[in-house]
């Protein structure tokens, strides 16, 4: 029986992911004087990847990442205005408005009756609590949980947090690599909830199969899967 259901916020709960696409694109503008667009988008991602251990996730890595990839395909070229550019995109990703997904107050106003709810999230701490604090949507949880990484230790230790079995726990997320997998294989359950956009680290190239998997295509949907749980 669920007793704890726990929501990825990035791209589950409100919008994220769009505004590093427009960042990149930008990024990708400033930089088509010493590199094609897509090249430099690439370079940019394999930067954000070896930088991860680092900076982990969010927006202040994201930034730096920006900076370095400048640096290092102009080979140190790039002027201070462009460098101030990239400075003020960060700047305005942080200053967005937090843009709740449709159905999703819906869905916790509902859940919250019969389960304790959980916001469960990696990235940066204060960006995190921030963007939390905008939407508004924080009385609805009972715990929150902003995360550095999300792998099976991760959850394994908020779930003992928690104080339940694996089994009464379950997982809702955009991600099937950080949000589903993780948690099925401690034995918990995991309902994937897709988003159009998805960030290349977060894909995987299987199918995933197990018992304790639902896919819905609109959180809403997420009601009626949880009854026949």
């Known amino acids: 029986m669920i007793k704890v259901i726990a929501f990825d916020a990035d791209d589950t709960l409100w919008v994220n992911e769009p505004f590093f696409r427009e960042a990149e694109e930008e990024f990708a503008s400033l930089m088509e004087n010493f590199m094609p667009r897509h090249s430099s ?10 930088n991860l251990g680092l900076y982990g996730y969010g927006i202040k890595g994201f930034i730096l990442s920006m900076i370095q990839t400048a640096l290092r395909i102009s080979d140190h070229k790039i002027n201070a205005k462009a460098i101030d550019r990239i400075l003020a995109i960060g700047y305005d990703m942080m200053q967005k408005p937090v843009e709740i997904l449709p159905g999703v107050e819906e869905v916790l106003e509902e859940l919250k009756q019969d389960y304790r709810l959980v916001m469960a999230t990696k990235g940066d701490l204060v960006d995190q609590e921030k963007k939390l604090k905008k939407s508004g949507l924080d009385h609805y949880f009972h715990h929150i949980e902003i995360m550095s990484e999300k792998k099976e230790a ?34 918990g359950h995991a309902i994937h909830i897709p988003y159009h956009i998805t ?16 896919q819905a295509e609109h959180i809403s949907e997420v009601l009626q899967l949880i009854k026949g749980m």
């Open 41 to 50: 988008i690439k370079e940019l991602y394999l930067t954000e990847i070896e």
């Open 154 to 187: 991760d959850f394994a230790k908020l779930i003992r947090h928690l104080d339940v079995a694996p089994a009464e726990f379950l997982m809702m997320g955009n991600s099937l690599k950080s949000d589903v997998l993780p948690v099925l294989e401690l034995g």
């Open 199 to 214: 960030w290349g680290h977060e894909m995987i190239a299987h199918e995933v199969k197990h018992a304790n998997f639902r």
